[in-house]
Nanobody, 120 residues
Framework: QVQLVESGGGLVQPGGSLRLSCAAS????????MGWYRQAPGKQRELVAT???????NYVDSVKGRFTISRDNAKNTVYLQMNSLKPEDTAVYYC??????????????WGQGTQVTVSS
């Protein structure tokens, strides 16, 4: 089994910063793509950023220049540094990873979600 455990959410004022972390554990053979999604109340879940095992990144236009995704392969951990936060960034943020486990079966895995609230 694989678990993704997120941390780092919270309440921050507009213009502030937060750093989200997501650590994967379990019978992992290799972690391929990792990423962050978010879901605001009444809206569909949307992709925020992804990073490949080689370090290539992709961002939704609304966060380009403000958010940075990175990963530590030795720790099976992905990070999301969020700067210049805006009220519209308020959402539950979910970690996602495409993982091959020890049985050589590959699947998408999700974290439980962490709340980010941007408000004065």
């Amino acid at each position: 089994q694989v678990q993704l455990v997120e941390s780092g959410g919270g309440l921050v004022q507009p213009g502030g910063s937060l750093r989200l972390s997501c650590a994967a554990s379990g019978t992992i053979y290799v972690i391929h793509r990792m990423g962050w999604y978010r879901q605001a109340p009444g809206k569909q879940r949307e992709l925020v950023a992804t990073i490949t095992s080689g370090g290539s990144t992709n961002y939704v236009d609304s966060v380009k220049g403000r958010f940075t995704i990175s990963r530590d392969n030795a720790k099976n951990t992905v990070y999301l540094q969020m700067n210049s936060l805006k009220p519209e960034d308020t959402a539950v943020y979910y970690c996602n990873a495409y993982i091959t486990i020890s049985t050589m079966r590959s699947s998408d895995y999700w974290g439980q979600g962490t709340q980010v609230t941007v408000s004065s």
